[in-house]
């Protein structure tokens, strides 16, 4: 009985997967593969294989590996800045959510082992003659960044808190470690004391 349910659950798992758009299977395979493998260790050729799909209905959804990237990008961004300001929502005082947006970067560490930074990540793989790609990454730190500064409304302060995230995400993934996130927090406590 319990093999004819785990077959018919196996089934229905597979049905449901077909059922998806060729575009969202692509795009949702292109985002798995990406954050994990990389931009130059994952083909085309595997995400066609993996999402199920035709060579044809590759390139009638994305002109290029590049075009699906940037929808990639584009994806990782909402993802990650829709988890951040649910995670820092309980927050009540600008302190507090500041030093929870470095708990967050934990939390992010220990769900995703230490992956790091899909842009950086990407931006480090991808040569600069690809510039919409480049363009992209940019931009969506910019917004990071922007939001530091309108939360926090002093440059300065801003810029020190926003380079202090940034390189959190870079040790961490490269010592695999939150010991310098931790850290950061110490920091941060001291910096942002007299903040409204």
């Known amino acids: 009985m319990n093999r004819l349910v785990c077959s018919f659950f196996i089934y229905i798992c597979y049905k449901s997967y ?8 692509i795009l949702n395979t292109a985002y798995t593969l990406f ?8 083909g085309i050729n595997q995400i066609i294989m993996e999402a199920n799909v035709s060579k044809a209905s590759f390139y009638a959804h994305f002109k290029s590996k590049d075009d699906l990237c940037i929808e ?4 990782r961004f909402d993802y990650w800045v829709s988890e951040l300001e649910n995670f820092t929502k309980p927050t009540s005082s600008l302190q507090e959510k500041i030093l929870s947006s470095f708990d967050f970067l934990m939390y992010m560490n220990e769900k995703e ?7 950086l990540n990407l931006l480090s793989e991808v040569p600069e003659e690809k510039l919409a790609i480049h363009t ?8 990071l960044r922007d939001a530091f500064d309108i939360e926090i409304k002093d440059e300065i302060l801003s810029a020190h808190i926003y380079l202090l995230f940034e390189s959190s995400i870079i040790t961490s993934q ?4 939150n010991e310098l996130i931790v850290k950061s927090k110490t920091i941060l406590i001291d910096i942002i004391k007299n903040l409204n």
Do not use: A, V, W
């Open 18 to 25: 077909k059922m998806h758009p060729p575009r969202e299977r």
């Open 35 to 42: 954050h994990k493998q990389g931009y130059n260790n994952t």
């Open 72 to 75: 990639f990008l584009n994806k």
């Open 113 to 119: 082992n230490f992956r790091g930074c899909s842009f």
């Open 136 to 143: 992209t990454i940019r931009d969506q730190k910019k917004k």
């Open 174 to 177: 490269l010592y695999r470690s």
